[in-house]
T-cell receptor, first 116, second 112 residues
Framework: SAVISQKPSRDICQRGTSLTIQCQVDSQVTMMFWYRQQPGQSLTLIAT?????????ESGFVIDKFPISRPNLTFSTLTVSNMSPEDSSIYLC?????????????FGPGTRLTVL | AQSVSQHNHHVILSEAASLELGCNYSYGGTVNLFWYVQYPGQHLQLLLKYFSGDPLVKGIKGFEAEFIKSKFSFNLRKPSVQWSDTAEYFC??????????FGKGTKLSVKP
């Protein structure tokens, strides 16, 4: 399996500031994804981050608000910019890996963000 | 567009009861379907997945799911639940970009 770590695990931030979330994987993976899980809601894809290309954002998410970096095959960052209380969520990094048993997507532990 | 719906928001069962959680998807092509579980304070873990072949899929911890193409369903079952099965369960379908599209989740509470 792929082991994913995220930093920070949680943070409390002030409105108008920015937070960068780091995602580290223990193996090289091509596809990485960033999801958001708002309180009481399911997971929603923010963007797909493939190494060597620009991130692809889902409808409702824009690069100015959620810039993503993917400098290599084991690391990515997501920045939540100019935060407001509506950005309070759990942000999750995930990767896709293919085994002999087929494709599987692994998830990090998440970053719990509270914006005051 | 692909989507997933889970019928039950919160299910409460006593230990040893049987479990079935509903999941329906909308997509007419080849589907890859998943059930994930999130135990309290832990991250998402894969329970089982369906890609092709036998529509009855067996996963970890005694869970199984049946893919019924004609009903666009992928319901999760367990014959006898335990208190340790208390968690939130998410059904998901693989999207065109390789991402997962999740249902809203079902919270399962098992009373000892």
């Amino acid at each position: 399996s792929a082991v994913i770590s995220q930093k920070p695990s949680r943070d409390i931030c002030q409105r108008g500031t920015s937070l960068t979330i780091q995602c580290q994987v223990d193996s090289q993976v091509t596809m990485m994804f960033w999801y958001r899980q708002q309180p009481g809601q399911s997971l929603t894809l923010i963007a797909t981050a493939n190494q060597g290309s620009e991130a692809t954002y889902e409808s409702g998410f824009v690069i100015d608000k959620f810039p993503i970096s993917r400098p290599n095959l084991t690391f990515s960052t997501l920045t939540v910019s100019n935060m407001s209380p509506e950005d309070s969520s759990i942000y999750l990094c995930s990767v896709e890996a293919t085994w002999t048993s087929g494709m599987e997507q692994f998830f990090g532990p998440g970053t719990r963000l509270t914006v005051l | 567009a692909q989507s997933v719906s889970q019928h039950n928001h919160h299910v409460i069962l006593s230990e040893a009861a049987s479990l079935e959680l509903g999941c329906n998807y909308s997509y007419g092509g080849t589907v890859n379907l998943f059930w994930y579980v999130q135990y309290p304070g832990q991250h998402l873990q894969l329970l089982l997945k369906y890609f092709s072949g036998d529509p009855l899929v067996k996963g970890i911890k005694g869970f199984e799911a049946e893919f019924i193409k004609s009903k666009f369903s992928f319901n999760l079952r367990k014959p006898s639940v335990q208190w340790s099965d208390t968690a939130e369960y998410f059904c998901a379908i693989r999207g065109s970009q390789g991402n997962l599209i999740f249902g809203k989740g079902t919270k399962l509470s098992v009373k000892p």
